[in-house]
C-alpha cells in the first residue's frame, strides 16, 4: 500500500482591489488593464511574502461579470498583467480565485468561503499559519470563517509587517 505525505502550507489571502491595486470608484469595477494601477509598496510587500515562504493567493469577487460590465476573460486579461507588473517587482501570485457571480447567488462569494475551499484543495493550505488581508468587513468575515487570521487594511506594506513580525 503507498502512503503519500504532504505537507501543509501556509498562505497569505490577498483581496484584490484595494489591498493589490486602486480601487474603482463605488458602483465602479477595474474592467480593463487601463484601469489597473498597483498601489504603492504593494509588489515589493508580496515579494516579501513570497520571499517568507508563504503562498499569495487572491480571492475576489468580481460581481462586474454578472452584471455585464465585463466578461471573465476581461478579468483574467487584467490578472495577466497584475501578474507582470508584479514580476516587474520581483513578487509573484500562486494563485487567483473570482467569483463572478451575484451577491446571494453562490458559495464563493466572500463572506462565505467557497474560493478559500478551492484554492485550500489546490495548496493543501495550513490555516493554523495562514492569513487575509482584506479592505472590507466580508473579506476579514471570510477569513474569520475559514479559520485564518486577519488583517483589515489599506496598506499592504504594513500587513506585511505585522504577519512577519515586524522583519523589515
Known sequence: MEVRSFTLRKAVFLDRDGVINRKAVEHDYIKSCAE????PGAGEAIG???????????VTNQQGVAKGMMSLAE????????RGELSKRGAHIDG???????????TCRKPDIGLFLQAERDFK???????????????????RRFGVRTIRTEDLAQAVVRILGGIA
Open 36 to 39: 489597473f494601477h498597483l498601489l
Open 48 to 58: 516579501r511574502l513570497n520571499k517568507a515562504g508563504f503562498l499569495v493567493i487572491v
Open 75 to 82: 478579468v483574467d486579461s487584467i490578472h495577466s498583467h497584475m
Open 96 to 106: 487567483i480565485y473570482v467569483c463572478p457571480h451575484r451577491n446571494g447567488t453562490c
Open 125 to 143: 493550505i495550513d490555516r493554523g499559519r495562514s492569513w487575509m488581508i482584506g479592505d472590507s468587513d466580508s473579506d476579514v468575515e471570510a477569513g
